[in-house]
């Protein structure tokens, strides 16, 4: 092998071309397949993004109805899958449940993992496009202790989403347009974002040629996390304890800036974006809007917004390049919409799940090698083997 570089956290690598996402974190831009950001978040539905995100083009009315017909078709779920969820503690982080479901359903759909064909690919595809929200909303019934909703296919995607997660028991669903509307938009803004932590897992656990539910199962861990997905639940309660010590910001930027202290300014700074986070500026400005529309005042999205506007004007995060992130302002829309605090990365990942798999149907089609990263070996020379009773 030639001269090995290494470079932490890759920064600096590229493990892949892709024709999904393009962003320019210096600009602040963000398309999918080149179609900006804010122009999908605001005339595109869920649905019609994620057939973009996976096949390349937004659908005709044709195509969209078939993919969401075919969707239709699968959704549902095996009813020995409610046994497995019925072994959780209620306690259970609705991010383990839904990375556990997602695996164990390869057992109830063992022809998931035929990719030998398109067809095949799309099989698999519209299952877990179909089975994905039911088990999301699953993970939500079960730390509510609710019985759960099957759902209505007479509904659009999100909407049933909604109702499977929220319905109450005995009292009806109500539609609601508003927050419909707010939570398709924040799908939309979750959907890809190209090459970070919980997509580059996807890919590369695919790339062992494990099933696409196998690699998702692995996203989702990684999307778990509170520097990537799990930063959303983090605000919000970062917010909450701010508040909580009667909504002392300054005293919490100096703690984020104190190299001493592990705090961070949790949905703050990004890998890419040293401009602004065009998500966020989306985010930032629905989130009043829905707030206002539906009537509900958050003091949370006061302190958010203090907090900002002091980070913003602080020499330390302004040298650092340090804004706010897509995980900054979307927890306050989702508690305006009535989604418990640690539901809030189980909705990222069913935002994220069409980037996810046209990611890895991106890798699976163009033949990717398998991915393997190489080290350079810091430890022990050869040593020779000691028995135990002379160590
Ligand atoms: N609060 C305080 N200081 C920060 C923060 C923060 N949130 N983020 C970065 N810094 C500092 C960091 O200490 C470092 O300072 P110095 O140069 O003095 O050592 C400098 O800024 C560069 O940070 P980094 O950790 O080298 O940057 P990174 O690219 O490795 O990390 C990040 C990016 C997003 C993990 C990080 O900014 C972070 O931990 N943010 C808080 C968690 C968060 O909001 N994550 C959501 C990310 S966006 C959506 C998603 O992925 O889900």
């Not at 210096?26 to 978040?41: D, F, P, Q, T, V």
């Not at 969820?85 to 997602?102: C, E, I, N, R, Y």
């Not at 595809?125 to 929200?133: G, H, N, S």
């Not at 989702?334 to 890895?360: D, H, K, N, S």
Request: aromatic share 10%; hydrophobic share 40%.
């Amino acid at each position: 092998g030639g001269i090995i570089t290494i470079d932490p956290g890759y920064k600096n690598t590229g493990s892949c071309e892709s024709a999904i996402t393009f962003l320019d974190g210096e600009k602040g831009i963000l398309r999918y397949r080149g179609y900006s950001i804010e122009e999908l978040a605001e005339k595109a539905d869920f649905l019609e993004v994620a057939y973009l995100l996976i096949f390349g083009e937004l659908p005709t009315k044709a195509q969209l109805d078939k993919f969401n017909n075919d969707i239709k078709e699968q959704s549902e779920v095996d009813e020995d899958m409610k046994k497995i969820l019925d072994g959780f503690p209620k306690t259970a982080h609705p991010m383990g449940v839904l990375s556990s479901l997602t695996s164990a359903l390869i057992a109830f759909n063992p022809s998931s993992v035929d990719v030998s064909s398109e067809e095949a690919m799309y099989k698999a595809i519209v299952k877990i496009m179909a089975k994905f929200p039911v088990l999301a909303a699953w993970t939500m019934r079960k730390i509510k202790g609710l019985p759960l909703d099957y759902g209505d296919d007479s509904l659009g995607y999100v909407e049933n989403f909604h109702k499977m997660m929220l319905s109450k028991p005995n009292k009806g669903y109500e539609a609601n347009q508003i927050v419909y509307d707010a939570l398709d938009k924040l799908l939309i803004l979750h959907a890809d974002h190209e090459q970070n932590c919980s997509t580059s897992t996807v890919r590369i656990v695919g790339s062992s040629h494990a099933g696409l539910f196998a690699s998702l199962s692995a996203g989702i861990s990684a999307l778990w996390g509170p520097l990537h997905g799990g930063a959303n639940q983090a605000v919000i309660e970062m917010l909450e304890a701010i508040k909580a010590d009667g909504g002392d910001t300054a005293k919490y930027i100096a703690k984020a800036k104190d190299k001493n202290d592990p705090f961070r300014l949790m949905g703050f700074g990004h890998r890419v974006y040293k401009n602004f986070d065009p998500r966020a500026k989306i985010i930032k400005t629905a989130a009043e809007e829905v707030l206002g529309d539906l009537g509900i005042e958050d003091p949370v999205l006061d302190i958010a917004k203090g907090l900002a506007d002091v980070a913003l004007n602080d020499e330390y995060f302004v040298s650092r390049k340090l804004y706010p992130n897509v995980d900054f302002y979307s927890g306050i829309i989702y508690r305006a919409l009535g989604i418990p605090t640690e539901m809030f990365t189980v909705m990222f990942a069913v935002g994220r799940l069409p980037g996810w798999i046209a990611q890895w149907r991106e890798m699976r089609l163009r033949k990717e090698p398998i991915g393997r990263p190489r080290q350079i070996y810091i430890g022990e020379n050869h040593r020779d083997f000691k028995p135990i009773d002379q160590r």
